[in-house]
């Protein structure tokens, strides 16, 4: 059965969503979702095209729509994915969905929450569990032991090893590495290509190699 679903931001990380869907659909035998399109709590986007799939409003659009409907929230970053989600939390009619996209290697046993998106090339062994909301971006790689929490941004091609331990609402730079072991905090940020060879107290940010803490979030590429 067909599902409506729409996409919770209409940027460039929703357009990577709609790809997603569409790689989603393409993969079955029927496609299960039809997507609607985008809502942005920009005004100024209301309307505006992106290939074929339009901005349909704001959150109002989903939370008085009529019918059951699933939303994914495409959400860059990990404070505001959280933040969008609770305006939802209250909506008996809205669902969010995990998506793998067919080309992600998940052979082990592997716990989802609800609204989990899995990127093109994603590789997960085994003894994994993986928090709701929770963004996989392509080629990326997660061992076994691994603990993700809520609401997390993981980028391009960040490696995390076994028995790693990443709370809720962090931000996991692209090309990150996460050695055997450590502990990201929660509300933590690793920058762009960092080696993360001890634990991250929450809230902080870290970068280079190997991660060191920083000031602020200030020039620590996503």
């Avoid at 019918?67 to 404070?79: C, K, L, Q, S």
């Avoid at 933040?83 to 290697?105: E, G, W």
């Avoid at 905090?185 to 991250?200: F, K, W």
């Avoid at 870290?206 to 000031?215: H, K, M, N, T």
């Amino acid at each position: 059965m067909t599902r409506d679903i729409v996409i919770v931001g209409a940027g460039g990380m929703g357009r990577e969503v709609a790809v997603l869907i569409d790689a989603v659909n393409r993969a079955s035998a029927e496609p299960g979702w039809r997507l609607l399109g985008y809502v942005d709590s920009d005004p100024a986007l209301l309307g505006k095209r992106y290939g074929g799939d339009v901005v349909l409003g704001n959150d109002d659009f989903v939370l008085q729509y009529e019918r059951e409907m699933a939303v994914v929230f495409a959400i860059g970053w990990p404070r505001a994915l959280a933040a969008a989600h609770a305006r939802y939390a209250r909506s008996p009619h809205v669902s969010s969905p995990t998506l793998r996209h067919p080309t992600a290697v998940v052979d082990g046993q592997v716990a989802f929450g609800d609204g989990v998106l899995v990127g093109a090339g994603v590789v997960m062994t085994t003894d994994i569990a993986v928090g709701a909301r929770t963004i996989i971006n392509p080629h990326s790689t997660i061992g076994h032991d691994v603990h993700i929490g809520d609401d997390c941004v993981i980028n391009y091609g960040v490696h995390v090893s076994g028995t790693v331990s990443v709370g809720e609402q962090c931000l996991l730079g692209s090309g990150a590495v996460l050695l055997q072991g450590v502990t990201i905090g929660a509300g933590a940020t690793v920058g762009a290509g960092a080696v993360v060879t001890a634990d991250v107290a929450p809230g902080t940010t870290v970068a280079g190699v190997p991660a060191r803490p920083q000031p602020s979030h200030e020039g620590i590429a996503p």
